[in-house]
């Protein structure tokens, strides 16, 4: 497995999103558990999840355990980088809320820290901006739990370029990641990863394949994926997955996925050549 840098850790340059596992539609535990561990077998170590992937308001923090008992019954568990996050909430109702109070994230990284079964965090990222919270105060906390040792990397999620020098400045330099919406469906993130790419921050793009109900129709929404991915034998969303690792070394797409086989056709992107000429033509599509 190639490897790509995230702050100080090197991990596989494709990651696996564990959203899908853990909200509506989730699979039952033995399928995720298989999945988890087909993506380990297939060279994977970086793992993303959330306190907030849950489905009910009496299992916060379902994907973080899931993946805690994932990672403690496989032998390559111990190399694997997990990345949490902190500042969203799920009411139980379907909805999602935000809280990106220093009180609440302190909590949070405490509660994460426990399901995942861990002194220190290996990447921490704030969820997403809470308007009701000056973003300062937020990722402030995030540097007094650098400080403190409870987490050893900071990252933040949905932020703007602004946002992205605030916190990069606040943390003192220690920005390690930024993960942003990013796909052939959603491109105004485009700003953010120049921006990471500049200043050698990991960009972690979420949804590359345009959500769970869309990645199936990736290659039948935008042919040049389709083109490309037959003349290649693979498919439309291992081209997708190629095409963003391309844009930039900075650049570690993190595609969900709740079955062995998608994640394990996802990995096999880290291998795709793409030539110049096709690149630009899926930059255009």
């Known amino acids: 497995m190639k490897t790509r840098r995230i702050g100080t850790v090197d991990v596989s340059a494709i990651g696996l999103g564990g959203m899908p596992m853990s909200i509506e539609g989730r699979p039952d535990e033995a399928r995720s558990l298989a999945t988890l ?84 965090i290996g990447l921490y990222q704030f969820h997403r901006p809470d308007p009701k919270v000056p973003y300062e105060e937020s990722i402030g906390a995030l540097r007094d ?25 606040i943390l003192g330099g220690r920005l390690v990641s930024v993960q942003n919406q990013f796909s052939p469906a959603f491109r105004s993130s485009e700003p953010e990863l120049e921006l990471c790419a500049e200043l050698g921050i990991a960009f972690l793009p979420w949804s590359p394949f345009g959500g769970i109900k869309n990645a199936g129709e990736l290659g039948s929404s935008y042919a040049p994926f389709a083109r490309i991915a037959k003349a290649h034998g693979v498919s439309p969303q291992r081209v997708c997955l190629a095409w963003m690792l391309a844009k930039s070394p900075t650049v570690v797409p993190i595609p969900g996925s709740s079955r062995p086989e998608t994640i394990v056709d996802s990995v096999a992107a880290a291998e795709l050549a793409l030539t110049p000429a096709e690149v630009a033509e899926l930059d255009a599509a």
């Open 145 to 169: 739990l650098l400080d403190e040792g409870k987490i050893r990397q900071a990252g933040i999620s949905n932020a703007n370029p602004a946002q992205i020098r605030s916190a990069n400045e």
């Open 37 to 120: 561990h087909a993506a380990l077998d297939a060279g994977v170590t970086l793992i993303d999840t959330a306190d907030a992937y849950h489905l009910l308001a009496t299992d916060v923090g379902h994907n973080e355990t899931l993946i805690a008992k994932a990672l403690a019954s496989h032998p390559r568990g111990p190399e694997v980088l997990v990345a949490t996050k902190g500042g969203h909430l799920r009411p139980g109702d379907g909805s999602w809320t935000l809280d990106g109070s220093p009180e609440h994230l302190r909590r949070a990284c405490e509660a994460s820290l426990g399901r995942l079964g861990v002194e220190s």
